[in-house]
Nanobody, 115 residues
């Protein structure tokens, strides 16, 4: 079973940046759609961005132009670069690997945007 481990969360001031990492326990990017999701207190988990095995990506409207997903195949790691962070970006951020039949989630990493 593949394991995903997120890191890079923390406290940042509005307008700041963070880069999250999601390390997979083995090479999976050729078969799995990798994605970042987030869940704010009292809200449902929502899609932030995904990247397909072919490298195409899509973003939620709320993060377009501010967040960028990327991956390093040699390191089995997916990244989420987050710029111009705002308080409404505060949430637990989760990494997910998905095929048609399988979803694998990481444990999540907390991002708090506050002055």
């Amino acid at each position: 079973q593949v394991q995903l481990v997120e890191s890079g969360g923390g406290l940042v001031q509005p307008g700041g940046s963070l880069r999250l990492s999601c390390a997979a326990s083995r090479s999976i990017f050729s078969r799995y759609v990798m994605g970042w999701y987030r869940q704010a207190p009292g809200k449902q988990r929502e899609l932030v961005t995904t990247i397909s095995p072919g490298g195409s990506s899509n973003y939620a409207d709320s993060v377009k132009g501010r967040f960028t997903i990327s991956r390093d195949n040699a390191k089995n790691t997916v990244y989420l670069q987050m710029n111009s962070l705002q308080p409404e970006d505060t949430a637990v951020y989760y990494c997910r690997a998905a095929t048609i039949t399988t979803y694998i989630w990481g444990q999540g990493t907390q991002v708090t945007v506050s002055s």
